[in-house]
């Protein structure tokens, strides 16, 4: 391992990321001697990355998560920020002076702050959520957790008891009296819907169907697909065909990379800094 002080992303497979781009950006920009690389790991090789992480030597002082291991790798944390207690799900890992780790979620929180950006205000709205996977557990805790809560979340997912056990397990922690389980697209209510949520991975392929209706959705409404590459899904195609709002998932990626970096710095970033990572991610072609 080359002893330069190094960031990362940590995940299978990782063909997909543009993180790299934005982040190298910030440290360039900082002029600091840093780089953020990719690390693919399989589940065999995690104990071995934790432990090597935590060694007094190693160049790593902080990473971010993905799938499929952002619940997985709780286990290696030694401190949790509330939120994480809360929602049990891990992207970006701070490694401390003492080679500590302490576990963050930014996903939530860059989710909020993308929705704030559009213009959308959550409180005492009707959402449609498809997917039921990490995306979907950031959200779904984001939106229970706001003082202002939706006046309802349905959510759909093709496992319905992954959707249920989601529900549950967050309903422990976080108010989930506004949130529904459904179990067919027809029972998500979309065309009720202020916003409709894509967190499942179809869209991301040319040869992926698109999961709802043309006719589901109307004016007025704002569609919502994480998927960031392609930036326009056929998804968000039909959404705008139909006279609806649409957002990509790269204003997430953005602000969920910002938040992850103060972390690591520990400092607010300039807007100049941010706007040099937004650029480089609206250019950006994966590594
Ligand atoms: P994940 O954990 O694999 O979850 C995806 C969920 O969608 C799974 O529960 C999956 O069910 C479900 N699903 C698959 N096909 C479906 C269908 N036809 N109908 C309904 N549900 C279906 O993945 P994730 O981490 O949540 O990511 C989801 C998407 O969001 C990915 O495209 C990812 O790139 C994107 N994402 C974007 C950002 C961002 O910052 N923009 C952040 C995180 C994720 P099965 O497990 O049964 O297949």
Redesign the pocket.
Known sequence: MEHRTTYGLVGYPLG?SLSPLMHNAAFEALGVEARYELFPLRESELEGFFAAVKDAESPIFGFNV???Y?EMVLKYMDHVSPLVEKIRAVNTVVVTPKRTLAAHNT?AP??LAHLQELGFEPADRRIAL?????????IVGALGLLEKRPRRLTV????TA?TEMLVSDLGGRIKMDRVEVVHS?DDLNIPDADLLI???????KPTD?V?VEADMMQPGMLVYD???NPRETKLLKMAKARGAKTAD?????YY?GVLAFQHWADLQLDDSVKKLMREALEKGKAI
């Open positions: 997909h993905t799938v499929p952002k996903d860059g989710f498809l997917g039921a996977g990490g995306a979907a557990r950031a759909y997912d093709v496992d992954k697209i894509n967190a499942t991975p179809i869209g991301l169907p999961l994480l998927i960031y998932g790269l204003g997430m990626l969920q």
